[in-house]
């Protein structure tokens, strides 16, 4: 899971109701083998063992993974897997989950440099929404 990367950040839901949303994306191809092509597959592959996720325009599942918070800290559980994915969060992200009881979890399926700040992570995700190359769903609070 070193090649994935993570964002976090407060919004809200398509009903209106405040969520707290997690990006996973691949980071840029750090070997020969991170083509768009083989980024796209592992992307997909993951979202496959959440369960499958849907498309934009599709509603939007449940996850078989699950999120878990433990003080202001956060981790994305995966089936089968020993260990979690820590996410970057702050208090109100983690608060937010907590009340709610779920996070809205959005898999890019193109690459996205881990150092991109609000203005690249928006430019990415209204660039990705429009070529429809976000997956969607929610995953719960253990």
């Not at 109701?17 to 840029?28: N, P």
């Not at 881990?114 to 430019?123: G, H, M």
């Amino acid at each position: 899971m070193s090649s994935l990367g993570a964002w976090a950040w407060p919004g809200k839901a398509a009903d209106g109701r405040q969520v707290a949303h997690i990006l996973l994306a691949h980071r840029l191809g750090r070997t020969s083998h991170d083509t768009l092509g083989a980024i796209e597959t592992r992307m997909r592959h993951l979202a496959e063992i959440l369960g499958g996720l849907a498309r934009a325009q599709e509603s939007v599942p449940d996850i078989q993974g699950t999120l878990v918070t433990i003080g202001p800290r956060a981790l994305l559980k995966f089936p089968g897997a020993r260990w979690g994915l820590r996410l970057p969060t702050h208090p109100q992200w983690t608060r937010l989950a907590q009340d709610s009881g779920r996070a809205a979890l959005i898999i890019g399926l193109d690459p996205l440099t881990q150092s991109a700040d609000a203005v690249r992570l928006d430019a990415y995700l209204d660039a990705a929404l429009a070529a429809d190359r976000l997956l969607f769903g929610f995953a719960h609070t253990a």
